[in-house]
């Protein structure tokens, strides 16, 4: 199964990338290869969004250590 050009763009949706995927896609096999290209893509998002999550949750937990061995 062949994969869509223009794989390594920046994440995030990009309507008129999207849109020419779909516009080429005029067979079975340029099809799927778009339909597991936007699963993998919106996985990588997730991805990246808990990742994020994580660091903001290792800093507010360091923070507050810190602030609480100061006042000892």
Do not use: C, W
């Amino acid at each position: 199964m062949r994969k869509p050009d223009g794989r390594n763009q920046d994440s995030g949706f990009d309507y008129h990338r999207y849109h020419r995927l779909l516009t080429e896609a005029d067979d079975e096999d340029k099809r799927l290869a778009l339909i597991e290209l936007l699963i993998e893509e919106k996985a990588r998002d997730r991805l990246a969004a808990q990742r994020a999550s994580d660091r903001a949750a290792m800093t507010a937990l360091t923070i507050a250590t810190v602030l609480r061995n100061g006042r000892n």
